[in-house]
């Protein structure tokens, strides 16, 4: 069953608790950690997680838009992050910092810029819990889906076959009701979400209707 994973990016901040009402039948909340230097953007870090480590929330996707994540990673996991994400343009020591996010039982996931090849990741692929194939430049919300960056998520499909792997794949950037049938028809198995559900009038059917796609 296709996951959905709604970027808290995209909500009212002014009502946070009533936004995280709306996306209880989502699997994970997607938390987009920016800080200025990786990404034209500078979001939110440790005290919102905290804070939502402090409720009964979904499970936290940590995606990691900063350079140099290794010096940060040990705080995201204390405030019990679930999944996190790294992109493999901002880190020199990828392999290292996997070990020390699996050394946690966290799911270890990478992030690749729409720019970057699968085949970057070849020597790393039998490490990974998942793959985050981005298909906007990260950065921003309610951005539009790249289709050329979505194929990725097509080769590594047949690559985890091929290969009897079994990371997952996530894809996050424009997706909405027109765009994730064709991802999942690709082999995405967790959505990330942001504006499409956030600023959606009904979120529960949103995700409901991407939770129903079938490859
Ligand atoms: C972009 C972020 C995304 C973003 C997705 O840099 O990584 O998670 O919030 O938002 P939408 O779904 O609106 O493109
Ligand atoms: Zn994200």
């Not at 880190?91 to 966290?106: A, G, M, N, P, Q």
């Amino acid at each position: 069953m296709i996951k959905v994973s709604p970027s808290i990016l995209a909500a009212n901040f002014l009502n946070l608790q009533q936004e995280l009402d709306k996306i209880k039948t989502a699997d994970y909340l997607h938390i987009d950690v920016m800080d200025g230097h990786f990404v034209p953007n500078i979001t939110f870090g440790f005290p919102l997680l905290e804070a939502l480590n402090r409720v009964d929330t979904l499970p936290l996707d940590v995606h990691l838009m900063i350079s140099d994540p290794s010096r940060y990673v040990d705080r995201f996991m204390d405030f019990g992050a679930r999944i996190i994400a790294v992109h493999i343009e901002a880190e020199t020591h990828l392999h290292r910092l996997l070990e020390r996010i699996k050394s946690r039982s966290v799911e270890a996931f990478v992030a690749l810029n729409p720019h970057t090849p699968v085949n970057a990741l070849e020597s790393i692929l039998p490490f990974l819990d998942g793959v985050l194939v981005m298909t906007v430049n990260p950065g921003f919300t309610g951005q539009k889906f790249i289709s050329l960056a979505a194929e990725k998520i097509r080769q590594l499909d047949s690559i985890r076959r091929e290969k009897g792997l079994s990371y997952q794949l996530a894809v996050d950037g424009g997706i909405n009701l027109n765009t994730a049938p064709t991802v999942v028809e690709y082999g995405a198995d967790i959505l990330v979400m942001g504006a499409a559900i956030f600023r959606s009038d009904s979120p529960k059917e949103v995700i409901e209707k991407v939770k129903e796609l079938k490859r």
